[in-house]
């Protein structure tokens, strides 16, 4: 079965430290995507990042950046240098290309980052 | 550019009193969503609508029905509300059922169940 953890509830950490947000996934499919959304105090989801299961390249984008190992199953996310603008909660999900592709997400549980100044 | 308009943002239900979450996108996406998220559970799947049309259940479906009522609205109703359906409803929306497309969400409907 598709399952995504996100074993960290909440990380506080004081303004320019690095942090990392582990994101570990289960599923039976060769083919499949990985996603990264950020959920602000004010509340809307915002995507930040898509990934394919034939794609281990790690990917930065600022000061942020993801390492895909399928070896380990896990999708990690850094924020370099954290800013008080990163606290939020972020969400790891899961999206099967399987015979049904309906294009459903599974969400891991998510994590609460504290950026304290 | 409004992206997926959620009504109402706000509302607070007495027990057994029905309702409708409107949901409305303005991308010409195909495929849309329903999802609840509670505490410390992530985002769950309560239905989806892979194009206009069609309708199938996700992951939490007891207790809700929906309406793909065109291309661009698709809604949620609750018949009977119940104090476990208080939660944060989000919807959302894709271009197509392909899986490597991300989903756009709008901003959430805070239902309270007294």
């Known amino acids: 079965a598709q399952k995504v953890t996100q074993a960290q509830t909440e990380i506080s950490v004081v303004e320019k430290e690095d942090v990392t947000l582990d994101c570990v996934y289960e599923?039976?499919?060769?083919?499949?995507?990985l996603f990264w959304y950020k959920q602000p105090p004010s509340g809307e989801l915002v995507f930040l990042i898509r990934?394919?299961?034939?794609?281990?390249q790690n990917e930065i984008s600022g000061r942020y950046s993801w390492n895909f190992q399928k070896s380990t199953s896990s999708f990690n996310f850094t924020i370099t240098a954290s800013q008080v603008v990163d606290s939020a909660v972020y969400f790891c999900?899961?999206?099967?290309?399987?015979?049904?592709?309906?294009?459903?997400?599974?969400f891991g549980q998510g994590t609460t980052l504290q950026v304290k100044p | 550019n409004a992206g997926v308009t959620q009504t109402p943002k706000f509302q607070v239900l007495k027990t057994g009193q029905s309702m409708t979450l409107q949901c409305a996108q303005d991308?010409?996406?195909?495929?849309m969503y329903w999802y609840r998220q509670d505490p410390g559970m992530g985002l769950r799947l309560i239905y989806y609508?892979?194009?206009?049309?069609?309708?199938d259940k996700g992951e939490v479906p007891n207790g809700y029905n929906v309406s793909r009522l065109n291309k661009r609205e698709f809604s949620l109703r609750l018949e009977s509300a119940a104090p476990s359906q208080t939660s944060v409803y989000f919807c959302?929306?894709?271009?197509?059922?392909?899986?490597?497309?991300?989903?756009?969400f709008g901003d959430g409907t805070r239902l309270s169940i007294l």
């Open positions: 959302a929306s894709r271009r197509g059922a392909e899986s490597n497309q991300p989903q756009h």
């Open positions: 599923t039976r499919d060769t083919t499949y995507y």
């Open positions: 990934r394919n299961s034939f794609d281990e």
């Open positions: 999900a899961l999206s099967e290309w399987g015979s049904s592709n309906t294009g459903k997400l599974i």
């Open positions: 991308m010409n996406h195909n495929s």
């Open positions: 609508s892979a194009s206009e049309g069609t309708t």
